[in-house]
């Protein structure tokens, strides 16, 4: 992860300007005084810096749960700060070069609103979920020019290696997507989607809670599917086999073909390998047979004017709110110069999205962005409304 080693963290006067970047705001966690969070937009890119203090040090790095997917960006931004502040830098791995050539102008990455307002179903879909080196999507993609594919990966380096090589080779039908595979599926129109490629996943052997293949997900994977269509698990990991193939046959009605070993068109170099070191690799194929209902969500995620006090929200801190199909989880709290803002967990237990809330006065909004717009999520802002509201 890009960071900066810094002698002293030095506060500069919000809001301010360097070298193409915004800083806008801080906020000081109320229960570590050596974290702060930096609001940063650069270019289309909103996100936070992390500032830790440590022994006789400072540390500045990208904060994991807005962090954006240009990783140029992030560098911008550290060493925009640096400069801005006249920091002291012990050590670095931030590289000061330029924008690599082919990702000066990138249309395929997208972010999750575009998604929300803007879903193309006027020609199939494929969607691949953590797509790696990317060397299976582009190779479908370069052979399918009628077909629209949707790479879902959360590996930084992963998704700029393969916007540099869609720029390279000059592929109009591939985006890109940085987010959680397990909430996006809930957010695509049914019956559009000819296939899904859930290609080695990590298997998750201690927290399988984390698992892409669930029961949730099998049964949304059949909501997009078309007729006829497929969701193609494959693994090197008898025991994610094992367990994918339990969870498959739990449904009252299900069509499976399994394979061992099967040879596929393109491979990616960690499969090369595997099978050199003669591995077994397993294949599970999901066909779904029926035509679901279209997707139906009703509300939205505006807020109530919030009737409770600042020190009243920052006594959230640490509180779980459980209801029927959902939670809410305050995980951490922070104070801003003119209000408060709450790091929180929302929507299914085992999916759930995480992000910052932020309330000035009797005005509440999620930061950076809005959460998906999904039946749990939906549901958890409904009752947050309430706690907020008294």
């Known amino acids: 992860m890009p960071h ?38 650069v270019e289309d890119d ?36 640096a400069k801005l502040a006249e920091l002291k830098i012990i050590s670095s791995n931030v590289p000061e070069h330029q924008k ?54 959360i590996h930084r380096p992963s998704i700029e290696q393969v916007l540099k090589q869609i720029t390279i080779q000059n592929l109009n039908n591939l985006l890109v997507l940085d987010y959680d595979a397990r909430l996006f599926m809930e957010l695509i129109p049914s019956n559009i ?51 994918s193939y339990e969870t498959f046959i739990s449904f009252n009605k299900t069509t499976l073909h399994i394979n061992k070993n099967k040879d596929i068109a393109i491979s990616s170099k960690y499969e090369d390998r595997w099978k050199k070191m003669e591995k077994n690799i397993y294949d599970i194929t999901m066909i779904n047979e029926e035509e679901s209902e279209l997707l139906s969500l009703d509300g939205d995620f505006s807020f109530f004017d919030v009737k409770l006090s600042s020190d009243d929200i920052l006594k959230l801190d640490k509180n779980i709110a459980k209801f ?21 967990s929302i929507g299914s237990f085992d999916r759930p999205e995480h992000l910052y809330l932020i309330v000035k006065g009797n005005e509440a909004k999620y930061f950076p962005s809005l959460p998906l717009k999904s039946k749990s999520n939906l549901l958890a802002h409904e009752y947050l409304n309430g706690i907020l509201h008294g």
């Open 193 to 243: 989607v000819g296939k899904i490629y859930v290609h080695f996943p990590v298997p998750w052997d201690k927290k399988p809670h984390r698992r892409v293949i669930s029961t949730s997900f099998i049964k949304e994977a059949n909501r997009v599917l078309k007729v006829g269509g497929k969701l193609e698990l494959r693994t090197d990991s008898e025991n994610y086999y094992a367990y």
């Open 100 to 153: 690599n050539v082919h990702l000066e102008e990138v249309s395929a990455l997208k972010k999750i609103e575009y998604f929300a307002s803007n879903f193309q179903i006027d020609k199939e879909i494929r969607v691949e979920v953590g797509f790696g080196s990317g060397r299976h999507l582009l190779h479908q993609a370069a052979n399918n020019p009628d077909i629209m594919f949707i790479g879902i990966e």
């Open 324 to 344: 029927d199909g959902g939670f809410i989880h305050f995980e951490r709290s922070y104070r801003l110069n003119d209000g408060v803002m709450l790091r929180i």
């Open 46 to 81: 909103v996100f936070f810096l992390l500032v830790k203090e440590e022994e006789n040090r400072s540390l500045l790095k990208t904060d994991k749960l807005t962090r954006p997917a240009s990783i140029y960006n992030v560098h911008k931004a550290l060493l925009a700060y």
């Open 4 to 41: 900066l080693h810094i002698s002293e963290f030095k506060e500069i006067k919000f809001p301010a300007q360097e070298g193409g970047v915004s800083f806008n705001f801080i906020a000081d966690n109320i229960n570590h005084e050596e974290e702060k969070l930096i609001s940063v937009t």
